[in-house]
């Protein structure tokens, strides 16, 4: 069954810390891997996306890493700001012109000042 | 440039009671997408179109829900009639539609659905 699991659940850091968020899948085939990120009340943002033979990918502070083999990723986030606490939420695609779209559960993040 | 557009923004109704969403995608994406978000979950697709053509409607609850998108632009969702079980935000995503499942989707702010 495919599937996107994240973790943590959710997450409290001070403001000016790193944090690192995880993301596992089982889906199959895979085409990319895209991480969003998802201000409350707004719709989700896309912040990279990762083909099966990118292995990291940054947007401004955000850095996704992608390893293929464990179908592992992680999205790091350098020197937090309080406008990053949101949800991110990963999302894996399935190949094969199938246009499914595996989304996580995400992970809810909240900086602190 | 405008993004996506969805109105309206929060709907409340009881249940058994129609309800519609709409949507206006970014100018010149092909592809467009409703989805469903429950609470604390992530959104689930259920359904795409490409132009007017929606080409997967699997994950659409057909016996309650209708979807359509004349002139494959703007689009409507259509729950009739609402259950209790409704309630999410439904949220509406665009693309361009010439680079296959790579891809960015645009999505719209949602419409949160309370059906009491």
């Known amino acids: 069954k495919n599937q996107v699991e994240q973790s943590p659940q959710s997450l409290i850091i001070l403001e000016g810390k790193n944090c690192t968020l995880q993301c596992n899948y089982t889906v199959s085939p895979f085409s990319n891997l895209r991480w969003y990120k998802q201000d409350t009340g707004r719709g989700p943002v896309s912040l990279t996306i990762m083909t099966f033979s990118e292995n990291t990918k940054s947007n401004g502070r955000y850095t996704a890493t992608l390893d293929a083999d464990t179908k592992q990723s992680s999205l790091h986030i350098t020197a937090s700001q309080l406008s990053d606490s949101a949800s991110y939420i990963c999302v894996v695609s399935a190949g094969g012109g199938t246009y499914k779209y595996i989304f996580g559960t995400g992970t809810r993040l909240k900086v602190l000042a | 440039e405008a993004g996506v557009v969805q109105s309206p923004r929060y709907k409340i109704i009881e249940k058994k009671q129609p309800v519609a969403f709409w949507c206006n995608p970014i100018s010149g994406h092909n592809t467009l997408y409703w989805y469903r978000q429950n609470l604390g979950q992530g959104p689930e697709l259920l359904i795409r179109?490409?132009?007017?053509?929606?080409?997967?409607d699997s994950q659409l609850p057909k016996d309650r829900f209708s979807a359509e998108r004349l002139k494959g632009v703007d689009s409507t969702l259509k729950i009739q009639p609402a259950e209790l079980g409704d309630s999410a935000v439904y949220l509406c995503?665009?693309?361009?539609?010439?680079?296959?499942?790579?891809?960015?989707?645009?999505f719209g702010p949602g419409t949160r659905l309370l059906v009491l």
């Open positions: 179109y490409e132009n007017e053509e929606a080409v997967d």
């Open positions: 995503a665009s693309s361009l539609g010439t680079s296959g499942e790579i891809e960015t989707q645009y």
